[in-house]
C-alpha cells in the first residue's frame, strides 16, 4: 500500500490541499496542469468572463473525451473479440484435419 502525502494543487487560481496516496501525485499535477492548459484554451478562444463557465466548459470537454474513448475502447474490444473467435475457429479446423 502506498503512502498519503499532502500536496497542493491549484486549478483556475484557486488552491487545493490534498492528501492522496504517493503514487498518484503525477497523475493529478499532470491533470490539473492539463485543466488549466484547456481553461486558458478557453478563455484565449471564447470571450468568457466568468470562471465557472470556463469550468464548465471545460468539464464538458473532458467528460466528452471520456465518453468517446469509451466508445472507442468499446467498439475496438468488440473487433478484437470478432478476430480472436475466427482464429480460434481456424485453429480448430486445422487441428481437426490431423
Known amino acids: 500500500m502506498s503512502e498519503t502525502i499532502k500536496i497542493k494543487l491549484t486549478?483556475?487560481?484557486r488552491l487545493y490541499p490534498l492528501s492522496i496516496p504517493a503514487d498518484q501525485e503525477f497523475f493529478?499535477?499532470?491533470s490539473a496542469r492539463k485543466i488549466d492548459d484547456t481553461i486558458q484554451q478557453l478563455e484565449k478562444n471564447?470571450?468568457?468572463r466568468d470562471k465557472q463557465d470556463v469550468l464548465a466548459m471545460c468539464?464538458?470537454?473532458f467528460a466528452?473525451?471520456?465518453e468517446n474513448y469509451k466508445r472507442n475502447a468499446s467498439t475496438s474490444r468488440?473487433?478484437?473479440d470478432e478476430k480472436i473467435k475466427e482464429l480460434i475457429e481456424?485453429?480448430?479446423i486445422h487441428l481437426d484435419t490431423y
Request: charged share 20%; proline share 0%; hydrophobic share 45%.
Open 46 to 48: 471564447y470571450a468568457v
Open 90 to 92: 481456424m485453429i480448430e
Open 11 to 13: 486549478i483556475a487560481n
Open 28 to 30: 493529478l499535477r499532470e
Open 59 to 61: 468539464s464538458l470537454q
Open 64 to 66: 466528452t473525451q471520456v
Open 78 to 80: 468488440t473487433y478484437d
